[in-house]
């Protein structure tokens, strides 16, 4: 599918639960700028979560604590510009939704400044309450249970499977209902076992996002650079479908020796102006030539040899 028509209208949260009401799996890419943005939504993506592992990917951060809501506005607002057809999701940064107010003041920067149509909060039960304050305020939420990368320092530093014990599988269904009960759309379920994920699917009415969770999920999400190719580290979860890293690694070097050797630019990608004008401007006319500092006279038109 192509959003490429005069008729493109961006998606709706009713439009994606349409789809999955229909059985649809659902594909949602991470985007953090202009022209990433405009091709996945050239290709039909109908969904673009602007993540906050930006900060990792594209800022060079060592963990996504560090993103700030300045500079997720900043690659939201981007990432809409880029499109007309997928539903962006803004996500939101570390810190942001601590509380309820915080919460609604952050999240409704998102829509007013950027221009996002929903936004992605991390945690189950725990979050439970901001999600529902959210959904009250009119603002659509995605949530994000298992491995929630923002609490990474919290939960010892490691990434790690989620809900591998007892106890823990018991935790993460109450977490999946919870956001769906608290009025989310859908939800992210990252590094859980694929049996887990398949269950907490088929016990939700509003779709699953896995990522490292799975073929049950109703959807799946990938970070853009790990499917590209483009990252200097890929998880195990992710499947590289082109090599963005050594596609741009080749043309630089090819560029850079086109130059050391003079063949860049050529003809083509030069402009050539008027040889009259240019003559004109270099006082090389004949009127200009006329009176000659040899004559002893003064001359109004700096000849080349004085530029
Ligand atoms: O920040 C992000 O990109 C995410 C996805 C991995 C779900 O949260």
Not at 95 to 113: I, K, M
Not at 210 to 228: E, N
């Amino acid at each position: 599918m192509s959003a490429s028509s005069d008729s493109v209208r961006r998606l709706t949260v009713a439009d994606i639960l349409r789809m999955h009401a229909d059985g649809e799996r659902l594909p949602m890419l991470t985007a953090y700028d202009y022209p990433t943005a405009q091709i996945l939504d050239e290709a039909g993506i109908p969904m673009l979560l602007v993540g906050d592992s930006l900060g990792q990917v594209l800022l060079g951060y060592d963990t996504t604590v560090r993103v700030t809501m300045a500079e997720m506005l900043h690659h939201t607002a981007a990432v809409v510009r880029g499109t007309q057809r997928a539903l962006v999701i803004g996500d939101m940064p570390f810190l942001s939704y601590a509380s309820v107010d915080e919460a609604v003041e952050n999240a409704g920067r998102f829509l007013r400044e950027a221009g996002a149509t929903a936004v992605k909060i991390e945690g189950g039960v725990r979050s439970a309450r901001i999600i529902e304050a959210l959904v009250r305020a009119g603002i659509p939420v995605m949530g994000h249970i298992g491995w929630t990368p923002q609490s990474q320092l919290g939960m010892g530093g490691k990434v790690r499977v989620q809900g591998k014990s007892r106890d823990a599988a018991r935790g993460l269904l109450a977490d999946a209902i919870a956001v769906q009960d608290a009025g989310a759309f859908g939800v992210v379920v990252e590094l859980v076992p694929e049996q887990l994920a398949a269950i907490i699917t088929s016990r939700l009415r509003i779709p699953t996002i896995g990522i490292g969770a799975g073929a049950g999920c109703s959807g799946q999400v990938q970070v853009i650079t790990d499917l590209l190719g483009l990252g200097d580290f890929r998880p195990k979860h992710a499947r590289a479908y082109a090599d963005l890293r050594g596609t741009i690694h080749s043309a630089v070097e090819t560029w850079a020796a086109d130059v050391v050797a003079g063949t860049f630019p050529a003809a083509a990608e030069s402009v050539r102006m008027d040889e009259a004008t240019l003559e004109e401007a270099l006082g090389r006319t004949a009127d200009d030539r006329a009176p000659t500092m040899a004559d002893g006279l003064p001359n109004g038109i700096p000849l080349d040899r004085d530029l």
